[in-house]
């Protein structure tokens, strides 16, 4: 049996997905429903059972869950505005160091999402080996849930018994329940369709322009395959990074959306959020060396990527 927590969320629905297609259907999703739309990413996939995350621990810590074969670790929070930390260090923290010592436990392969937030302002580089984990500096709660983890796996010395994913900025189809941290493409959509008009975040270092903040995007199809070959051959462990390997700006954004609705389009530069300004990002760009020996891929590039989610976006469907 598989296990797959956050199953019901953005990235988990979309590996679920995969799964299917695959023709794999001895799947238990684990998730958090709550009063969100996230069961309607579950809709039309195949799956033995749902049970509820805080169940599904209780479980475990008696002994009574069901005995894995693969454990795929993605439930998280993934808020960068959020100001809980004692939230973020139990439910990202604790929840999965529990879940991973279940699935060692059982000689299950274990696969978790971690997270490229995990390197902050990016001065260390966005290498995904050992020696520049150690020295990451997240700008969130988020983030350093996530680097608690990696460095969790690093002392205990089960980087050869798990595989980590530093997930850059996917975005994709089933993203539409995550409110503020949906991608800008699925927030703006209908405004943008509505008015012509795309609203970016202006910038507050000098050396940057307005619009030209970047960001490694990788569309969810991308990302779900790469993460089958890792969930597939679980003899590959290690933490690896997961972008397309170049960087886009969020004008570059804006500009294949208003192309992937045959408009002119003009942007509107809008003040950050208080809150966000000095947590914020600037630049990411995953450096994939370490997967792509391990697989080749080629990401689509981030015009097409936006084109096919807007085929999404404008019928309101899901994966």
Not at 153 to 181: A, D, Q, R
């Amino acid at each position: 049996m598989i296990v797959l927590t956050g199953g019901a969320g953005f990235i988990g629905s979309g590996f679920l997905w995969k799964l299917n297609q695959a023709g794999i259907k001895d799947i238990l999703v684990v998730d958090n429903l709550a009063a969100t739309e996230k069961w309607r990413n579950l809709a039309g996939k195949s799956f033995i059972d749902y049970i509820h995350k805080d169940k599904f621990l209780s479980l475990i810590e008696s002994n009574k869950a069901p005995k894995p074969k693969k454990v795929i670790h993605l439930g998280a929070c993934s808020s960068t505005t959020l100001q809980d930390a004692d939230y973020f260090i139990s439910n990202n923290y604790e929840y999965s160091k529990k879940i991973a010592l279940w699935a060692l436990r059982h000689k299950a392969s274990f696969l978790y999402a971690s997270s490229a937030a995990t390197y902050g302002a990016g001065e260390y580089g966005y290498q995904d080996d050992q020696a520049t984990t150690f020295k990451l500096r997240p700008l969130n709660m988020y983030g350093y849930s996530k680097q608690l983890f990696d460095l969790w796996v690093y002392h205990h010395k089960l980087e050869k018994k798990v595989t980590g994913i530093k997930f850059f900025n996917v975005f994709g189809p089933n993203e539409y329940h995550k409110g503020e941290m949906m991608s800008l493409v699925c927030k703006r959509f209908r405004e943008v369709k509505a008015t012509g008009t795309m609203k970016l975040f202006k910038s507050y270092r000098n050396d940057v322009p307005a619009g030209e903040q970047k960001r490694d995007f990788i569309y969810i199809k991308d990302a779900v395959e790469m993460m089958y070959f890792l969930f597939a051959n679980p003899a590959k462990t290690g933490i690896f990074n997961m972008g397309t390997g170049e960087a886009r700006s969020w004008n570059d954004v804006a500009r294949s959306l208003f192309k992937a609705l045959g408009i002119q389009g003009k942007i509107e530069y809008i003040d950050m959020p208080e809150i966000l300004q000095e947590k914020y990002q600037y630049f990411t760009q995953a450096n994939m060396d370490k997967l792509l020996k391990q697989k080749k891929y080629r990401c689509r590039a981030l015009e097409d990527s936006v084109k096919d989610y807007a085929q999404y976006l404008e019928k309101n469907l899901y994966l």
